[in-house]
């Protein structure tokens, strides 16, 4: 009998995932537009964590955060005010946002507004600052304050203004669409960052702005190939959440890291998280670097693997390897292999080289235990120090630890509901 409520449940959980229907409406301001936002309310990557027990490059970036607020002038000032208890830390992922890395988000911060259509849920993110000295990767130098303040001023009207004209773009074919087109969705975005300039560009001419503003906001994007990977990961986050409090569902919903934890949370246990120490990346590092430099595994960018992406896509994403380490065939490899954990095949997300056979969507505590293999990441890694930034790229996986807790709290709720 319980087997039955339980395939029910993932057939529930695995249609709600292959029918969303992410739809980008516009971008916001956090403070306006994610709900629970104050400002003073910061948000964060991964579970929730606090000041004490954050990562160096989630530190880094929450000092960055408050100066960019203007809530401190310097880094001794931000480090005073976020140990005073006068900020409020939390999850992203309980605001129905996601963040790249660190993941701050700010209440001045535009943000990308996205719904899923088919069930009615928002989810949000901030823009991509690009690559090097960035806030998400722990850096708070003079030039990343400038960066915050040119996209809060420019970058973000710009589009805000374009999209108005362009009205509402339907984000589940473009991702399709990049998928085919060699993108893995996560760490390769060159074929979403052009097709989205493909998009915008024709409305951002038509803008008010000078033509000097908008040139920079073109060139911006085109010179920035991760642009696309903010709008992938609430694409994913929109996705996922509608299947929040499925009973009997044993599908993973989120997976999100801190620098410090990684957590998972499970659609039939709610909002709950399972939590273990993130791992250290295997991966390529910039010269002059090491794994000794590298922090733990952080961001909330693994919802695209969470999603059937990603990593689960790699073996229609093959050049992939050239950033974070391994052949072709491994990255066959890895797709392949997550098949074994997964529920089922997505309805649009296809892979060529696959005879277009849908990506693994779906992953299944269940099945991770029973087979012992571990959702497949590929991600950016941060220096461990605060105000450093990236040092390389590369592959991890989660705890076993987190999958086994999440599987027995599962198996306690049935014996106290007397069904096992």
């Not at 960019?68 to 480090?79: C, F, H, P, R, V």
């Not at 505590?365 to 890694?381: A, C, E, F, L, S």
Request: with cysteine; aromatic share 8%.
């Amino acid at each position: 009998m319980i087997q039955e409520k339980i395939s029910k449940a993932n057939n529930e959980a695995l249609n709600k995932i292959v029918s969303a229907q992410p739809t980008l409406m516009g971008i916001g301001k956090a403070l306006d537009d994610i709900p629970g936002m104050t400002e003073k309310t910061f948000l964060h990557a991964g579970p929730p964590v606090t000041w004490e027990n954050m990562s160096g490059p989630l530190r880094g970036a929450i000092i960055g955060g408050l100066i960019y607020e203007g809530l401190a002038s310097n880094e001794e000032d931000a480090i005073k005010l976020a140990e005073s208890g006068e900020i409020t830390f939390d999850s992203c992922h309980h605001h129905n946002a996601v963040g790249p890395m660190a993941g701050v988000v700010t209440p001045s911060m535009p943000v990308w507004i996205l719904k899923n259509k088919a069930f009615g849920n928002y989810a949000y993110c901030t823009l991509n600052e690009g690559l090097g000295k960035v806030l998400r990767y722990g850096a708070y130098s003079e030039e990343v304050i400038e960066r915050l303040n040119w996209i809060q001023n420019s970058l973000g009207p710009v589009l805000r203004d374009a999209l108005t004209l362009a009205g509402e773009i339907d984000l589940k074919t473009m991702v399709a669409q990049v998928i085919q087109m060699g993108d893995d969705g996560h760490n390769r975005n060159k074929a979403g960052t052009s097709l989205l300039i493909r998009e915008l560009a024709p409305y951002i001419v038509k803008t008010n702005y000078t033509d000097e503003v908008k040139s920079e906001v073109l060139k911006f994007m085109h010179k920035n190939d991760h642009f696309f990977l903010n709008i992938t990961m609430p694409v994913c986050k929109c996705t996922m959440d509608p299947l929040e409090d499925i009973k009997y569902s044993t599908l993973v919903y989120t997976m999100a890291r801190n620098g410090t934890e990684f957590g998972v949370r499970v659609a039939g246990l709610g909002n709950r998280w399972f939590t273990a120490p993130a791992e250290v990346i295997d991966g390529l590092y910039f010269p002059g670097y090491t794994m000794e430099d590298a922090n733990r595994d952080i961001g909330d960018s693994c919802i695209t693997e969470t999603t059937g992406i990603g990593g689960f896509a790699m073996a229609g994403a093959p050049a992939i390897v050239q950033f974070v380490g391994g052949t072709p065939s491994d990255a066959l490899n890895y797709t392949m292999s997550m098949y074994e954990i997964t529920e089922g095949e997505s309805g649009s997300y296809k892979i060529p080289s696959l005879d277009f056979r849908g990506t693994p969507t779906g992953i299944d505590i269940q099945k991770v235990i029973d087979t012992g293999i571990r959702p497949i990441i590929n991600t950016g890694i941060a220096h461990k120090n605060p105000g450093v930034g990236q040092v390389g790229a590369g592959l991890v996986r989660p705890p076993m630890k987190c999958f086994e807790d999440a599987l027995e709290a599962y198996v306690n709720m049935l014996e106290e509901e007397g069904l096992f």
